[in-house]
């Protein structure tokens, strides 16, 4: 487990990666306060090491980090969102490109 978080609007996000060398993935889950898995989003890319650092807050529902090397992430949970069946849409991944230099 790289983190996790307690959410405002109630359940948990948690980052977590693979132990498999040079095919490792990030797997990002939002929980429900009863800790059931609501929705999860997968990122990675083959022969990379999935490092996760600089894990920030950013906001209530908002949390940032660098991912295999210099790439920005940036998890928004979207409670107001239902999505299909209620499940799915809440959980938003961005930015996935260099960041500043």
């Not at 980052?15 to 939002?30: K, Q, R």
């Not at 999935?50 to 894990?55: T, W």
């Not at 920005?72 to 930015?95: A, C, E, H, N």
């Amino acid at each position: 487990m790289e983190a996790q978080f307690s959410l405002p609007a109630g359940g948990y996000l948690l980052l977590v990666t693979d132990d498999c060398p040079f095919e490792e993935g990030l797997h990002i889950y939002l929980l429900n306060g009863r800790q059931e898995l609501v929705e999860e989003d997968i990122l990675g890319c083959p022969y990379t090491a999935a490092i996760v650092e600089n894990v920030q807050v950013a906001g209530d529902n908002v949390v940032t980090f660098s991912f295999i090397g210099d790439h920005q992430v940036t998890v928004y949970d979207q409670p107001q969102i239902l999505g299909i069946l209620g499940r799915k849409g809440r959980l938003k991944v961005s930015g996935i490109s260099p960041g500043p230099r």
